[in-house]
């Protein structure tokens, strides 16, 4: 509303990018003033970091981080982010430690990363009253993704990610995903979890 800085945190592995793109993708289509990051692996480490958050800070100055795939763990450098007057809202699922970082969590293990910013996504669009059924469906295409990448369990509800996603998926007019389908040797038509994994 503001149109304050906001940066998507995401991972470098393929569910924390596929979260990421989600996150990034609904938050700037709904106009927010949003920048997706992925911190370098080797020089910034895993995760939400201090040396991280001084990039963001410095290429976006955002009043705003959401990390995605990570975070539930980072509690210092939450803290960090709050000195510099950065909020902070965590969205994960991985095993929640005993105590819990200081700002808004969004937290299951049920899901995989893109799964949350998934359902995370469709309750800001929903919260806004800006559902885009058509690209709500393309985005469940990059939640099946991450889902299959991250190997959860296709039981529940994340089979139903993965079921619809796929339909989805075959159907994708993404350039990117097209280029890696195709590269791959993969036909679209036929497409299933082995031939995403």
Known sequence: KNKESIVVYADNDADGIT???????????????V???????????????????????????????ITVDHGITAHSQV?????????????DHHVKPDTLPGCIIVHTTLLSGSGVSWFVAGQIMDALGKVDGSRFEELTALAAIGTIADLLP???INRSVVKFGLETLCKTKRTGLNALISEA???????????VS
Request: proline content about 4%.
């Open 154 to 156: 296709l039981t529940g």
């Open 35 to 65: 920048m997706p990051y992925i911190p370098h692996r080797v020089d910034e480490g895993y995760g939400l970091s201090e040396k991280g958050i001084d990039a963001v800070r410095a290429q976006y100055d955002p009043s705003l981080i």
């Open 19 to 33: 979260a990421g793109a989600i996150m990034w993708e609904t938050l700037w289509q709904l106009g927010a003033r």
């Open 79 to 91: 803290e960090y982010a709050k000195k510099l007057g950065i909020e902070v809202i965590i969205t």
């Open 185 to 195: 040797g993969i036909e679209k038509s036929t497409m299933d979890t082995y031939s």
